[in-house]
């Protein structure tokens, strides 16, 4: 090849390749992610990359459009990159409903873009992993939804977190007592950003926003930072905005899902924190709203939120379909993993190691690394017959637990030097015919 | 939402969605698959979907730069959708060699997206999932990309399956005996079409498109069409290629291959057979090549893909990168675990379903499962407090193993009857204060 032909490999700003290592924590996160969901029942689903531009565009506000990667397919079609999971669920329910009925359970974890502003330290390709129950009113669902978040981060290593709970009804109670109620969207969208711009700031976006009052500023901004135990911040909101039937049902539908989650399920009390402020952004939500914060990381921002929703397709078809669903923030996890140090960092897939050095003997390793495999031991044999500490150095790189050393002198002899990566510790174990000695011998090392 | 406003919800011609049943096979193939390359030692790598377009077209023929998705990006550059997964494995080999060093074993299992025509039942958006070992030389590589493709196989449930053999360089040989070299590259393409199209099309194609006479047309031909045993199929070849170097080392690497795989890693014999047709289309191959084939399917064409090439990143870096590797077919193998009934029917993601209702227990519903599901249980527990019949249809249709029946009497008596979904059986199981007896009762019948 011309040199000056040469291209320069290099991805897209905002995109990224995964190495080995990070990859392999990614596909941990998600391994465990799956688990969960399924130890409750939710199925996998899996939709297009691309979809049609008037499906995509159909329900994103300006922001997500200008976002949206578009553009015209061979047969002039406008199409575009899907830009969340949330607006292909909905074309996927409405279009799927008859044949799959209601319930429907399902987690749906794949890659989504974003044409953003890559400078506020935002990818343009990143994964969503989202799990939701839909055709579902019960507070049954919005628990079990609360109760994945918990599962999910306990399974991942996680000790130290808080589920932030409120309900979007009791934020209506108090906008409609303030006779604010025509401004909800935009005093929620403001109220969203109390955990970034600060209280006072919110305040006084607003007035200058939202067209509220000082005092009806205050008032929000008051009652946005009640804390307390939850039981007395329940007493405490009932006449803020109990005379409202909106408010009232939000009072008692918060109180069921606590009880449901604490006397019922048994999560530990301190889990769960009642929070006024948590509005999430989106007009979409309806009732129970959740956002998740590690205690040790809290500027990291919600690693999983969501809520309740009153229809999810209603750009598609003309069936209700009320339900209730939470997205967990893949690239926030695995950063927190790493600063906790919950990440494994070897990146040896298989326990065991076997040098491959004496060139004439690659059939002697292959019977043994079939024999091993063949009893439930992963083994990688290095694949070049290249100088043996050349290769006891890509081992040491890799993380391997064991490495089996066996040369010209132990073929003849029958034996098998086991090496010990960890406590560099060495054994020597027989090779009789059926590797029984040597196998039980990895198995002991490798349940420890 | 005016109904005059609706969306009608539909995916793309050649795309799709997955509903639960059809992506449980895919994640349940996709577990296999990345467990046997775990146990070979491969790592996982993934890659942008949206590359630069110079990138993705540097290396691809005409035929894929028609086929690929393009178009400018919201900064005005190119940049297309991958079609494949060796582009990309190449600009990322060349862009982290330093920092990865040799050799490199990784697998990469994601999506890709070709503009096809779908009249040939094909789709634009699939899944390819690629294993190469790069860096090595060895005929170990080779060989252990065949015992891959037989472990995978044989994980996936198949039995009966043959992996077809063959060396560029035994093609080489024949062509520079018979004075065809400088047309190797229309010759092995129209080869490659013998499956397809029979012997006596490739003929006339190599005359007709190839340039050879009929003569050297025959005698491609004839050797292609060579069957009978491994060993004698080696010693008839010697003497129509062997005086080439090419070919004579061509015949030396694949019967080292067979050695290695057969009085090594000690596979059955019956799987592996020499077939002097298999070319492979593009000219990137130039060792081993191989195909795999399902005894029962014939018609579907090879599942499992690949063979060793000499330079992986020629187009990106001035490093020798030679590797070995394949690519597993996908949809491919999904349709034929489909047709062999080697797919799991049940939807059901959990092994016990507990009906809802009697609609003031949720708490002790929730109770019951947390308590399962800490024992390692997987529960579904219906989200909504509807009639019980209904419920039980829904269990029914997704193909839960078990169902615990618990109403007011049941919960007064702390009684549980546990439903058998597959026998029909009932039996009454003591809801004990940790569920001690269910928990074993279930697990009894879950080990069975």
New interface residues.
């Given amino acids: ?1 011309n ?1 000056s ?9 905002g ?6 290592e990070a ?2 924590a ?2 941990r996160l998600i391994d465990t992610a ?1 688990q969960v ?16 531009l ?2 995509l565009s ?1 329900k994103g506000g300006e922001e997500s459009d200008k976002q949206l ?1 578009k ?5 002039g ?1 406008w ?1 575009g ?1 899907r830009f969340d999971l949330t607006v292909p669920l909905a ?2 329910a ?3 409903l008859t ?3 209601l ?1 429907i ?2 987690y749906h974890i794949a ?1 989504v ?1 974003r ?1 953003e502003n890559t400078q506020r330290g935002r990818f343009r ?1 990143f994964m969503q992993c989202d799990f939701d ?1 839909i ?7 919005d ?2 939804i609360v ?1 994945v978040i918990n ?1 999910l981060l306990t399974a991942l290593g996680f000790q130290e977190f808080t589920i932030r709970l409120n309900n979007r009804l009791i934020l209506s109670g108090l906008l409609e007592r303030l006779g604010l109620a025509d401004k909800a969207t935009t005093v929620l969208r403001v109220l969203d950003k109390l955990g970034k711009v600060g209280a006072e700031e919110v305040e006084s976006l607003l007035v200058s926003e939202a067209g509220a009052s000082a005092s009806q500023a205050a008032e929000i901004k008051h009652f946005a930072q009640l804390a307390g135990e939850n039981e007395s911040l329940l007493h405490e909101a009932e006449p803020l905005v109990g005379r409202s039937a909106a408010g009232a049902e939000g009072i008692k539908k918060l109180s069921e899902l606590l ?3 604490l ?4 999560l530990p009390p301190e889990r769960l924190k009642i929070d006024f402020s948590i509005a999430r952004g989106l007009d979409y939500y309806t009732g129970s709203v959740f956002e998740t914060y590690l205690d040790r990381l809290p500027d990291i921002g919600s690693v999983c939120s969501g809520g309740r929703y009153d229809s999810l ?6 069936e209700e379909l009320p339900g209730v669903g939470a997205s967990l923030g893949v690239d926030r996890l695995l950063a927190a993993m790493e600063e906790l140090h919950l990440l494994e960092k070897p ?4 326990p065991v ?1 076997i040098p ?1 050095f004496e ?1 004439d003997r ?6 043994l ?2 024999a091993l ?1 063949r009893s439930g031991i ?8 290249v100088r043996l500490d050349k290769q006891l150095k ?1 081992a040491d ?2 993380g391997f637990r064991l490495a089996l050393i066996i040369g010209e002198k132990e073929f003849q002899t029958a034996q098998c030097q086991v090496k010990d990566l960890k406590t560099r510790g060495r054994t020597e174990v027989a090779l009789d015919a059926g590797y029984s000695a040597l196998i039980s011998a990895i198995k002991q090392v490798l349940a420890c």
Same sequence: chains 1, 2.
């Fill in positions: 090849m040199e032909k040469r291209i320069t490999p290099r991805t897209l700003k995109f990224r390749d995964y190495l080995p990859m392999l990614r596909e799956r969901f399924r130890s409750f029942g939710f199925v996998p689903i899996d939709t297009p990359a691309l979809e049609y008037e499906i159909g990667y553009f015209q397919d061979h047969g079609r199409v990159l074309r996927f409405a279009q799927h044949k799959l009925g319930p359970k399902r890659t873009w044409g390709e129950a055709g579902v009113h019960s507070t049954a669902a628990a079990e109760l599962d009880s449901a989650l006397d019922g399920a048994g397709a209603g750009l598609f078809t003309s990146t040896a897939t298989a190691f491959f060139k690659l059939q002697d390793y292959l019977r690394a079939a495999r992963g083994v990688e044999l290095y694949p070049e017959p890509y790189r890799r």
